[in-house]
């Protein structure tokens, strides 16, 4: 038998009260009264009716609540002890996140990787982006469109989601789970993530230390943050190619040679996230269900012919 949740008929849903209610105990730190709030709200179907201030409280509230140097409340014993609460912080923290107050959901990401389950900062990643997908209103079939202008606009977008993915990298690393269909999946995103800032680098090395992570974890972080990069790059010949011919003109050999070692590296092994594409093989299969990375001949001829003739002159 099939059950069907309806929402509350409309004379019952006075969620002004509820919605004050909300704003006062994030600004006054009262986690249960938040929590129970929010999941009135969202019994009701509700929570559509928050606004900026009340999503920005939410992230604010959040964001102090799991501070990981302060361990006022501890995530872990929240998600061991009280499952229901944990998955209502997740929703909050989510939407708020999708509404562009995503300090919160940062922070709840964090606590999640100093406390051992990186697993649960990768899940409440993916549930921010749902939300992102379904309060934007963004097509995800347009990122496979043959149209650019179709692609580009269909991609998540905001400050937030460049620091979001940075910790996603760091979870995906620690459950050995950064493989090229990860890698693709984060593709949806309009983000420059060459750089780290200093800030975030500093939050993961803080929660791999409450952690106990190994003493070689953030060296694999920040590995695969490069071949993150790298697989963009290649995902995208004509950049990569552009990227090789700004290195050549500036005679820059360091540039040249780290890219052709990091190509080189992140195509062979067991882990390897690209895959070298056959000469014989012609023309382009652009599917949904494409879950490799191929390195077109054009871009290891040019890497190659590049590299070599740097070292030459």
């Known amino acids: 038998m099939e059950i069907i949740l309806l929402p509350a008929p409309p004379e019952l849903r006075d969620y002004a009260p509820h919605l004050e209610l909300l704003l006062q105990s994030c600004r006054s730190q009262d986690l249960f009264k938040a929590v129970s709030t929010w999941t009135h ?9 928050a606004g ?6 939410i992230s604010a509230f959040l964001a102090e609540l799991f501070i990981i140097t302060r361990k006022r409340d501890s995530i872990d014993a929240i998600a061991r002890h009280n499952p229901t609460m944990y998955g209502r912080l997740i929703h909050m923290a989510t939407e708020a996140a999708a509404r562009d107050h995503w300090q919160g959901l940062y922070r709840i990401m964090l606590a999640l990787l100093a406390s051992g389950r990186p697993s649960g900062a990768s899940q409440a990643f993916e ?7 379904r309060v934007t209103g963004k097509n995800k079939v347009d990122l496979l469109s043959w149209d650019r202008g179709k692609r580009l606009a269909a991609r998540l977008e905001g400050e937030g989601i460049k620091h979001l993915t940075h910790v ?10 950064f493989d090229s269909t990860n890698i693709l999946s984060m593709f949806d995103a309009s983000s420059d993530l060459r750089r780290i800032h200093g800030a975030t680098l500093a939050d993961l090395r803080n929660a791999l230390r409450s952690a106990h992570a190994p003493d070689n974890a953030m060296e694999h972080i920040l590995a695969n943050q490069s ?10 010949p004509s950049a990569f190619l552009n990227r090789i011919s700004a290195a ?22 067991p882990g390897r996230i690209l895959r070298a594409r056959d000469l014989k093989e012609t023309g382009f299969k652009f599917t ?3 879950n490799e990375i191929s390195i077109v001949p054009e871009v290891w001829r040019m890497c190659l012919w590049r590299t070599l003739y740097a070292l030459l002159i």
């Open 168 to 177: 996603q990298i760091a979870a995906l690393t620690l459950t050995e789970q």
């Open 288 to 290: 949904a269900s494409s």
């Open 52 to 57: 900026p201030e009340h999503f920005e409280a």
């Open 227 to 236: 071949r993150f990069v790298l697989a963009m790059l290649v995902y995208h």
């Open 248 to 269: 050549t003109m500036a005679h820059n050999l360091y540039e040249l040679l780290w890219l052709y070692n990091l190509l080189l590296s992140a195509s062979i092994g």
């Open 127 to 133: 549930r921010y982006k749902s939300a992102t997908w």
């Open 41 to 49: 709200l969202d019994d009701c179907q509700s929570t559509d009716q």
